[in-house]
């Protein structure tokens, strides 16, 4: 029994001696090292290791191992592939490692944003640095992974600078790495939004309900978007279909209440058409009232049109309500001055006019 005891120990002895025995001396010398903490004599001796040996997968397997430890990131992950290409040996201590290397600068970055979001001037040095900070550290984990919130919060910081080259780049990058949903495509249609590129940021609003029939705001952001193109044909369509998909919005009814009245105003000479799209108007301006009575911008706009088309009825109920609910708007005491007049209720209409215009001198 002690010798054959001693037998499987030779045996084992003898294999390691010719694993190691297998390994060029530089490669060798990178284990040792590399092993012992020397982690700058194994870098150098892993570099002549994949130079003089380059279709040797531990040579780079090691030299990935040292680079992720150095902060090389990029160089790490460029190894690693080398290593796999040439034989799979190491793909658990890989996958491993990349996991490891990605969840640090991932996490390493969410608290330098944290940080960095709580510096109020943002353009300051120590606020440039943090930023700095932040996309240094997502920019490795991109480097393991692709995903689409580091290209998102690095587009933020970008834009906390104004650096909006940058912020452009990473916001199309996210949308590349998370082409599937909504969010990514609404991100970069805001900010082609903000920068006042409607047309530009319209296409990407679509792309996100195309993508996902079920996120509203995409639709209504595209609809805003064709809307501040001066494309207000395309917008009433585009708002219709955002109300269907959203009928308790208010916003909605109340902008298609107001492309109406736009189209009604630029009309000159054709009183049908005027008058059907006054009708259209009401018709939206009365949804979005029904939502909301509290939109005083209608008491206004529906007010004045009800008063054009003679429906003194409808007007007289609005626009006392108006005045109910806002007692210091001008506007609307003016409005209802119009109808006392129209109506023969010249007391009535005298007290109104004369309230309006106390407010206005008070403003």
């Known amino acids: 029994m002690r010798f054959q005891n001693l037998f499987l120990a030779a045996v084992?002895?003898?294999?390691?001696?010719?694993?190691n025995a297998c390994r060029p001396p530089e490669l060798e010398q990178t284990v040792i090292d590399y092993n012992a903490g020397r982690f700058e004599n194994a870098y150098e001796e892993?570099?002549?290791?994949?130079?003089?040996?380059?279709?040797?997968?531990?040579?780079?397997?090691?030299?990935?191992?040292?680079?992720?430890?150095?902060?090389?990131?990029?160089?790490?992950?460029?190894?690693?592939?080398?290593?796999?290409?040439?034989?799979?040996?190491?793909?658990?201590?890989?996958d491993l490692?990349?996991?490891?290397?990605?969840g640090k600068y991932f996490n390493d970055a969410v608290a330098a944003y944290n940080s960095m979001i709580k510096v109020e001037d943002k353009t300051s040095k120590e606020g440039q640095e943090k930023v700095a900070l932040v996309v240094d550290n997502f920019t490795k984990s991109l480097y393991i992974k692709n995903d689409y919130l580091a290209n998102r919060l690095i587009s933020v910081s970008y834009q906390f600078i104004e650096d909006d080259e940058n912020a452009l780049k990473y916001l199309i990058l996210a949308s590349e790495a998370a082409p599937d949903?909504?969010?990514?495509?609404s991100d970069l249609g805001y900010y082609y939004q903000r920068?006042?590129?409607?047309?530009k940021a319209a296409e990407q609003f679509k792309k996100g309900f195309e993508v996902d029939p079920t996120h509203v705001e995409s639709y209504i952001r595209y609809a805003e978007s064709l809307d501040l193109a001066d494309m207000k044909d395309e917008a009433i369509e585009a708002y219709k279909m955002a109300?269907?998909?959203?009928?308790t919005e208010k916003a909605i009814p109340f902008n298609l209440g107001l492309l109406y009245f736009k189209k009604a105003t630029a009309i000159k000479d054709d009183d049908d058409t005027r008058n059907?799209?006054?009708?259209?108007?009401?018709?939206?301006?009365?949804?979005?009232?029904?939502?909301?009575?509290?939109?005083?911008?209608?008491?206004d706009l529906l007010g004045s049109l009800l008063l054009q088309v003679g429906d003194f009825d409808r007007a007289k109920e609005l626009l006392e309500q108006g005045v109910e609910i806002f007692p210091d708007s001008s506007s609307i005491w003016q409005n209802l001055s119009f109808l006392y007049a129209k109506t023969g209720q010249k007391v009535k209409a005298e007290e109104a006019f004369k309230r309006s215009n106390q407010l206005q001198s008070q403003q």
């Open 46 to 94: 892993a570099l002549k290791s994949t130079q003089k040996y380059p279709e040797n997968e531990e040579a780079w397997f090691y030299l990935g191992q040292i680079q992720g430890r150095k902060g090389l990131i990029k160089e790490m992950v460029t190894s690693f592939d080398k290593s796999l290409a040439i034989k799979p040996t190491f793909t658990n201590e890989i």
């Open 181 to 185: 949903t909504a969010q990514a495509w």
């Open 12 to 19: 084992v002895f003898s294999l390691a001696f010719l694993m």
């Open 97 to 102: 490692s990349k996991r490891n290397y990605y």
């Open 195 to 199: 920068n006042k590129d409607f047309a």
């Open 243 to 247: 109300f269907d998909k959203n009928p």
């Open 276 to 299: 059907s799209l006054i009708k259209e108007s009401i018709a939206y301006f009365e949804k979005a009232h029904t939502l909301d009575p509290e939109i005083k911008e209608i008491y």
